[in-house]
């Protein structure tokens, strides 16, 4: 349980990259002991969600240039995939559900409260993945985002002023209610590679930063 609980966490974003947590810390947000908050840090290490730089402390890793396009290659594909037979399996109502998440993530993106946005953003594209009926690729998608979620924070401000990811998503929700699975696909993969593009400056610019 607590490993569940710290993957989707990181899974939604909750930890920045460079992030410190100790075993107390988590044990303590968990609400567990130290001994299954200290088995969900070591197997989360051991998938590479995390790095330790202590005996006790683990740090949320930076994306690396190789990492990112390693993953986003893999998320087109298999996210593509998931969408759009998600999207011809889903019921009609889905796109009213989509909707009301839209609106929650507006206002936290309004509100600069991105951790918010982010927690359902991951809610927001599952929502549609969950119907593709191919348990085995919703956990390989999973994995990726456990890798990658950290890092979504490099996306704002700039997804919050340009409204990236506001636009893909509400393509999506018409593409929805048009039975247009086709379409759902074109709009996520249009998201992931917006992302792409935005979390590729952030890494040059952090390694510029440490070379400088």
Known sequence: MAYDAMKERLVRGAFEP???LT????????????????DALNRLAAEGALVYSGPKTVIVPYLTMDTL???TTMRLALEGLASERGAARAPED???TLE???AKINKALDGRRYADALWTNKEFHFAVYNYCG??????????????????FHDLYPEFAVQKYGVHNHEVVIE??????SGAVRAA?????????????????????QASG
Not at 175 to 180: N, P, V, Y
Not at 188 to 203: P, Q, T, V
């Open 134 to 151: 191919m348990p085995y690729l919703l956990s390989t998608i999973e994995t990726l985002w456990l890798r990658i979620g950290p890092s």
């Open 100 to 102: 009301e998440m839209q």
């Open 69 to 71: 396009q390693e993953v």
């Open 23 to 38: 075993v107390r810390a988590v044990a303590d947000a968990l609400g567990v002991s130290s001994t299954p908050a200290r």
């Open 18 to 20: 460079g992030r410190k």
């Open 175 to 180: 593409s929805l209610r048009e039975r247009d």
């Open 188 to 208: 996520f993969e249009s998201d992931i590679r917006d992302g792409y593009r935005r979390l590729k400056r952030a890494i040059r610019a952090r390694e510029e």
């Open 94 to 96: 889905l796109a009213d």
